[in-house]
């Protein structure tokens, strides 16, 4: 029998390690007790809903095959387009407890933001020892790298510029998408007339966190342009932020925004946007091509609909023959924990099997420019080909054209105009003084 007082500090010593558990316990996923710390490898990222957790399910198995050593934890932050994860992040980064890697997209919220707080170590060594550049479409360099040293490494390109749709719900409303799309916003809102005669929302719109600035960069690309919007980048813009442009850009958007659901702020993210359509509410929904994984991916994290007869798919309005494009790739932090594991998981990111596995399910194609197009669905494969064919463009809401603090900026602004979609020219105003306090504009 134990004295009490051997039991008692044996029920102490328990109480301690319970504590210091559940304080440890806040990863989402378990870590074997059998593993030593330095075993583990903290992934973190955004891709944790339905149509956006399987493609990451996918990598991290082939990297468990490939690294039985390393524990990957799964710190996937819920919240589309990284609206909350990036706050996570931050708050991360500013406490000097970086993830072992994290999601970041190509473009300026690589280059402006982790590159030039110096949060991230360049990978010249892994792109010279592998020799990934060379698989690299060229034009992706640039967006990932800052004095000739690339800081990333891209595991995909997604479209934003897809207008998904319910051909039943057309039909019934007697509306033909013309081949190649609608040439005009003009035009679509002529269809529009008829869903909402027929008793259907036109256009489904998800909450504001990322989905309106989604249709805005849409909107205002499919009015001016691609030379145009791309313009609206360069420094000094060669495109007006105070001209007419933007202004026919604003209202289109003001006019568009009549067409959709009244209760899209109250929606939790993008996926209950895109169900509308799914389910036969509403005709149209704007969302990059993530959201083909989560139509046709199989339950439970997609809804296993048929393409062109559950759901399909056109350029937004005025928009055929460009591509509006983004970019994940994932980093090398200063400072994590486990360099090694880090290194491991990249060279999975960058493998050819690890992105033929990643990017079927999560509706991308490969940023390599090598993966095997019959691994991919018929969607997929045509957006490989307009990916190499149509003007391409980068997104402002998925991080390639505007630093953050611009990005912000626009967001504030626009979340501003969506409480009064009249006030048209106070908008562009807010925009115009966004790109100046930028520095871009003067
Ligand atoms: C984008 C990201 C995509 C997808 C999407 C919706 O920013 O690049 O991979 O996750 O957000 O969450």
Redesign the pocket.
């Given at each position: 029998m134990m004295s009490k007082k051997l039991s008692f500090s044996l029920f102490s010593l328990l109480l301690v390690a319970v504590m210091i558990l559940s304080a440890c316990g806040t990863a989402a996923t378990p870590v074997p007790a059998t593993k030593a710390a330095s075993s583990q490898v903290e992934i973190f990222s955004?891709?944790v809903g339905p149509g956006?957790a399987d493609g990451l399910a996918a990598m991290i198995k082939i990297f468990d095959a490939k690294y039985p050593q390393y524990t990957i934890v799964n710190a996937a932050v819920a919240g589309?387009?990284?609206t909350n994860a990036k706050a996570v992040l931050a708050t991360r980064l500013q406490a000097g407890d970086p993830p072992d890697s994290w999601q970041a997209?190509a473009g300026q919220e690589t280059i402006a933001n982790y590159v030039t707080a110096g949060q991230v170590k360049p990978l010249d060594d892994f792109y010279n020892s592998t020799g990934f550049a060379s698989v690299l479409p060229k034009t992706l360099i640039p967006l990932i790298s800052k004095d000739g040293h690339p800081y990333s490494v891209p595991v995909n390109i997604?479209r934003s510029n897809v207008m998904w749709y319910n051909p039943k719900v057309l039909s019934a409303a007697g509306v033909t998408i013309p081949t190649g799309g609608f040439a005009s916003w003009t035009d679509f809102f002529a269809a529009c007339d008829k869903i909402k005669a027929a008793g259907k929302t036109c256009l489904s719109l998800g909450p504001e966190g990322f989905t309106a600035m989604h249709l805005f960069e849409n909107v205002m690309i499919g009015t001016i342009g691609a030379d145009k919007w791309t313009g609206l980048w360069t420094t000094p813009p060669t495109t007006d932020w105070t001209g007419a442009d933007v202004q026919a850009g604003i209202a289109n958007y003001a006019q568009v925004l009549t067409y959709t659901n009244s209760d899209a702020s109250t929606l939790s993210d993008?996926q209950p946007a895109s169900k509308m359509v799914a389910d036969g509410d509403a005709a149209f929904n704007i969302m990059?091509d993530?959201a083909y994984g989560y139509f046709a991916n199989a339950a439970p994290n997609g809804l296993a609909l048929t393409p062109h007869t559950d759901f399909d798919w056109t350029p937004t309005p005025g928009t055929q023959g460009i591509f509006v494009f983004?970019s994940?790739s994932f980093v090398l932090p200063v400072g994590n924990k486990n360099p090694d594991g880090t290194m491991a998981w990249l060279t999975v990111a960058a493998s050819k099997e690890g992105q033929e596995a990643f990017n079927p399910l999560?509706g991308s194609i490969c940023a390599r420019t090598d993966c095997d197009p019959s691994k991919f669905s018929e969607y997929s494969q045509d957006a490989m080909k307009d990916w190499t064919s149509e003007t391409v463009v980068g997104s402002l809401t998925?991080g390639v054209v505007a630093a953050p603090a611009w990005q912000t900026k626009i967001d504030t602004a626009l979340k501003l105009f969506l409480t009064d979609t009249s006030k048209t020219a106070d908008f562009q105003t807010a925009l115009a003084a966004a790109c100046k306090s930028d520095g871009t504009c003067k």
């Open positions: 955004w891709w956006e589309g387009a990284g997209h997604h993008w990059g993530w983004l994940d999560k998925h």
